[in-house]
């Protein structure tokens, strides 16, 4: 089965920007045009942020932005807030005769 | 207001059965792919299964396929996530959530969660 790889931290100064980064390990992976990001404050329900790659649902702030290049997609926050601080979650689809859905291993995000 | 609402956390031994449950409201539930995701603390969050509660159409993660079954009644707009015999491994908590009318790419809103322990 792919496998999404993903930092296991992150940290930055409120106001700052981080990027996190998800890199697909196999050809269902690769240049997806289906790239989700989820936000997990810890027990709570995850968010969804980011879908298809760049495109935000409504009530997300554009403070939140996806890109892809490549095998790797990539999660940037701007303006770094203290609420921000949560795991961050890729995931890639693939279609249901491929492996389906897989989710990245999670990124710990500090503000410091 | 789209809501989906899951069942108690639940204690069980090894080798018990278990179905736990998720009610959406506020939208056509028949429509919407319904799944099931996994969160532990060794592995995260894992998807397990999908199905469209208006024909029942399943897929099951490679990961998950023959160890669990979903299933949904659009009468009480609700699905459901089976064990027929629980291991301690199982213990997790899962999370219901929505995909779209299309697919099942994204997952737009997600239930509160259910800790299911395992107890060997």
């Known amino acids: 089965q792919s496998a999404l790889t993903q930092p296991p931290s992150a940290s930055g100064s409120p106001g700052q920007s981080v990027t996190i980064s998800c890199t697909g390990t196999?050809?269902?992976?690769?240049?997806?045009?289906?790239v989700s990001w989820y936000q997990h404050h810890p027990g709570k329900a995850p968010k969804l942020l980011i879908y298809?790659?760049?495109k935000r649902p409504s009530g997300v702030p554009d403070r939140f932005s996806g890109s892809q290049s490549g095998n790797t997609a990539s999660l940037t926050v701007s303006g770094l807030q203290a609420e921000d601080e949560a795991d961050y979650y890729c995931?890639?689809?693939?279609?249901?005769?491929?492996?389906?859905?897989?989710f990245g291993g999670g990124t710990k995000l500090t503000v410091l | 207001e789209v809501q989906l609402v899951q069942s108690a956390a639940e204690v069980k031994k090894a080798g018990e059965s278990l179905k736990i449950s998720c009610k959406g409201s506020?939208?056509?539930?028949?429509?919407?792919?319904m799944g099931w995701v996994r969160q532990t603390p060794a592995r995260g969050l894992e998807w397990m299964a999908i199905?469209?509660?208006?024909?029942?159409?399943?897929t099951y993660s490679p990961s998950f396929q023959g160890q669990i079954a979903i299933s949904a009644d659009t009468s009480i707009t609700t699905a459901f996530l089976q064990w027929t015999t629980l291991k301690a491994s199982d213990t997790a908590i899962y999370y219901c959530?929505?995909?779209?009318?299309?697919?099942?790419?994204?997952?737009?809103?997600w239930g509160q969660g259910t800790l299911v322990i395992v107890s060997s």
């Open positions: 196999s050809s269902d992976a690769r240049g997806n045009d289906y």
């Open positions: 199905i469209y509660p208006a024909d029942s159409d399943t």
């Open positions: 995931t890639s689809y693939a279609g249901r005769h491929s492996f389906g859905v897989v």
């Open positions: 506020g939208y056509f539930f028949d429509s919407y792919w």
């Open positions: 959530v929505r995909g779209s009318t299309t697919g099942w790419a994204r997952f737009d809103f």
């Open positions: 298809e790659v760049t």
